[in-house]
């Protein structure tokens, strides 16, 4: 028993120095990195990136390929798109007030239209127009917060399939769900990243510092709730003079974001097409979105 005993005592002080050997290995790295001040390759911020965005078991292997090329164009052209279709709508098109914008949006040839859903842009698009301020900054600030760091890490083809997804999903629901609304604003493509996001922090919560991964949710359910909030209240609350705006794209985007941004996002160490969740998924959510394009053709309200 005794030396069973000392056998478990080496076994730990072995670990412990594999560890405290791991770490002075990473802090060496990021002071030279440091020194060398790459731009294209600063530690210290990959570290911290990765903390927020990925298991603890393939951090390292992040870190020693981590770069900013190609930089996270995707998440941060979107983002400049959106704000130059909002400027516009708020400043050259003649608007009641520009604080929540109404017939300026609805008419736009961007805004999902239940009236001319034979325009199958309008399905993606209408991620460009957004019903106000509000709508906008928080869209704006929840997907550059989220998305930037997810495209360091995922690049900028995944994080676009993911976002793409919830935005297509969230106008496919949207046109089931509530046929006769129209539909504004990125919100879904911003909930498939934080479905996928969430799916991830939950599924490896013990692999990340426990405290850590629970302001991580908490913050999560903060920002879902308030703009869920905003989205309520834009469909059931809206004044008389106002138009309604649907929110099921921020439940269907949530969806994707739980189903195909889970599976991308936690495939950083491995081959994407080869994981059978991936297929999975995918082959669910097409057959979500044939359903959807027969229900437009063939049984819709707003035919």
């Known amino acids: 028993m005794a030396a069973d005993h000392d056998l478990e005592m080496e076994d730990m002080n072995l670990n412990m ?23 294209f390759k600063s530690k210290k911020v990959h570290r911290v990136v990765s903390k927020w965005m ?24 979107v983002s400049l798109a959106e ?23 609805l008419e736009s040839p961007f805004t999902y239209n239940p009236k001319k859903r034979e325009q199958a842009w309008r399905f993606v698009s209408y991620m460009l127009v957004h019903a106000g301020v509000q709508h906008i900054v928080g869209n704006l600030i929840m997907q550059l917060a989220l998305g930037i760091p997810l495209e360091m890490v995922h690049k900028g083809l995944r994080v676009g399939l ?6 297509i999903a969230g106008s496919l629901a949207s046109s089931i769900f509530d046929p006769l609304r129209y539909l504004v604003g990125a919100s879904g493509g911003v909930y498939a990243l934080m479905g996928g996001y969430f799916m991830n922090v939950l599924v490896n919560f013990r692999e990340m510092i426990p405290a850590f991964g629970i302001v ?19 469909r059931f609350f809206v004044p008389a003079d106002g138009s309604p705006v649907s929110f099921a794209a921020h439940v269907a985007g949530g969806f994707a974001g739980m189903s195909i941004g889970y599976t991308v996002f936690s495939c950083f160490d491995k081959a994407l097409l080869k994981d059978p969740r991936f297929w999975i998924a995918i082959a669910a959510y097409l057959a979500c979105v044939l359903f959807a394009v027969f229900f437009n053709i063939f049984l819709s309200p707003a035919n």
Do not use: H
């Open 17 to 39: 120095d594999r560890d405290m050997k791991g770490e002075l290995e990473e802090e060496k790295e990021m002071r030279e990195d440091s020194g060398r001040e790459d731009p």
């Open 54 to 77: 990925l298991p603890e078991k393939v951090r390292r292997t992040y870190l020693e390929r981590a770069n900013c090329l190609p930089p996270p164009v995707f998440i941060i052209s």
């Open 83 to 105: 704000l130059a279709v909002f400027i516009y709508y708020a400043v050259w098109k003649p608007q009641k007030q520009w604080i929540t914008l109404d017939t300026g949006i």
């Open 162 to 167: 993911v976002y793409l997804a919830g935005v």
């Open 216 to 234: 991580r949710l908490l913050i999560i359910i903060l920002i879902i709730g308030s703009d869920m909030g905003f989205a309520l209240y834009r």
